[in-house]
């Protein structure tokens, strides 16, 4: 017998997702009716990213945020993403270990996921499984992505809510502003309040911020939260300032025309993967590729002439296929 | 792409130490394995939670403080509870598991239990011939 994993995710079956999510993570056939089947079912999750530097305490912020979510009567989605090592592809998935407690309460569903390759901070199916989340009926989901370098900007792709979280001493500050952390911030917390040269980083962000306003308008300046995570402190205010973006995306429209282009960019991404994978198994399937290569390594060929070949023949099997 | 194995490495009981289990976390990562580490001082639901949400192939137990003969079993009842049934366990306990007690502990569901000094090439070939198809 054949288990219904749509009915049984729909009704809130963390098992039925947990399995979900592995066949969307392994790219497996079998994830891809079920997806079609919950689509109509997604859509009311509000995505909350979180990203910033290793250690700058994103999982310990999670952790309280996600106390403070559920106080709210709001049930609560998790996605913790590090990445792969690119030698072995196998990963160290460490972030549960600061949300041990939330294990125990049922309306609170964590995954780990690691990048295997994807590069932008998430692994490729990270967005999909946002949907799942939201089709097993979780309120809020929150992304916490590998921080590194310029990699975050991705997340702005997913998170209708991004927060950056910087820490004071780590001359982390200066290095991120150079790297356009300030344009995928729409919230900062300064976590790690407790340490020295908090102050300062607050204050170089407020000015930061002051001088772009100048030379960009914006209806919406980021604000700054001042957090100690390990603490519990300024979390909820933290949640507050995330609520009022939120009420910004809602009042001003941006929500729906965000929504909208992130559907247009998945879509075209999800027919650029399938088209890829498709044409790739054939050329790889009938040997083509390898003849291909051996005569552009010969200079008999050139690549340019071959892709316009190659991209036409498919483009007329496909009108062939229309007409018969 | 080609699926990996999910494992979850706990670390049940109250003993504050955790480098072993993380060394141990560590080394199936290199083994090309994903590895959620969830930390010190799990209770059984704890872990077995973790292993439902992730969909764990393998959850690997590693105790130090002596209450294997508790801990191990009631992870193994819960698992069959929530019909996790197919669900590779394996513990170890670096030479706190007393010889005799592997038999009762395999005849409860575990899988393996590993004596210290095993071959870490050893447990990683116990986990691929044995894990489960998705
Ligand atoms: N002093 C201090 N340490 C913190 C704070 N928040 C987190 N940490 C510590 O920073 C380390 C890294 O935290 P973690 O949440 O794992 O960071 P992540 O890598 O960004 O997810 C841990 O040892 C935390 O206990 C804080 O507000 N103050
Ligand atoms: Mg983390």
């Known amino acids: 017998m054949s288990i219904d994993y749509a009915a049984q995710i729909l009704a809130g079956s963390h098992r039925a997702a947990a399995r979900l999510i592995s066949w969307l993570e392994d790219e497996d056939e079998r994830a891809y009716g079920l997806m079609a089947g919950l689509y109509p079912h997604t859509g009311s999750a509000y995505v909350v990213g979180i990203t910033g530097s290793p250690g700058a305490g994103k999982s310990t912020l999670t952790d309280k945020l996600a106390r403070v979510i559920r106080k709210n009567g709001l049930k609560v989605g998790i996605i913790a993403v590090d990445p792969s090592s690119p030698f072995t592809g196998g990963a160290l998935l460490g972030d549960r270990v600061r949300m041990n407690e939330l294990t125990q309460d049922p309306d609170i569903f964590i995954r780990s996921m690691a990048t295997r390759g994807f590069l932008g901070g998430m692994a490729k199916s990270t967005a999909e499984v946002v949907k799942v989340l939201d089709a097993l009926g979780k309120d809020v989901i929150i992304i916490e992505t590998v921080g590194v370098g310029q990699d975050e900007v991705d997340i702005i792709g997913i998170a209708d809510t991004t927060c950056v979280v910087l820490v004071p001493g780590l001359g982390d500050a200066i290095q991120s502003m150079k790297a356009g952390i300030m344009e995928i911030a729409d919230v900062f917390a300064v976590n790690k309040a407790d340490k020295q040269g908090a102050d300062q980083l607050c204050g170089e962000i407020c000015a930061r911020l002051e001088i772009d306003s100048h030379i960009k308008e914006r209806d919406w300046t980021a604000p700054v939260n001042r957090t100690i995570a390990v603490e519990d402190i300024g979390i909820e205010e933290l949640w507050l300032s995330i609520e009022s973006h939120r009420k910004y995306l809602f009042d001003s429209g941006r929500f729906y025309t965000n929504r909208r282009e992130r559907t247009s960019r998945e879509t075209l991404r999800m027919i650029h993967a399938e088209l890829f994978r498709v044409i790739r198994e054939q050329l790889e399937k009938n040997g083509r590729l390898d003849a291909a290569v051996e005569e552009l390594m010969n200079k008999k060929r050139d690549p340019y002439t071959l892709m316009r070949e190659i991209v036409n023949e498919w483009l007329s099997i496909s009108r062939h296929k229309e007409t018969s | ?134």
């Open chain 2, 1 to 134: 792409m080609a699926r990996k194995i999910k494992m979850i490495m706990a670390k049940p009981g109250l003993d504050g130490h955790d480098r072993g289990a993380k060394l141990l976390a560590r080394i199936f990562a290199e083994a090309g394995m994903e590895v959620v580490y969830t930390g010190l001082r799990q209770t059984p639901e704890m872990i077995v939670s973790a292993a439902e949400q992730e969909d764990a192939d393998v959850v690997g137990l590693s105790s130090l403080s002596g209450v294997h003969n508790y801990f191990f079993p009631r992870v193994v009842e819960l698992m069959k509870e929530k019909g996790l049934d197919d669900v590779l366990l394996v513990g170890g306990g670096g030479g706190i598991i007393p010889e005799e007690d592997y038999d009762s502990l395999k005849k409860s569901g575990m899988a393996a239990i590993f004596g210290p000094g095993t071959p870490t090439t050893e447990i990683v070939s116990f986990i691929e011939n044995n894990v489960r198809k998705r």
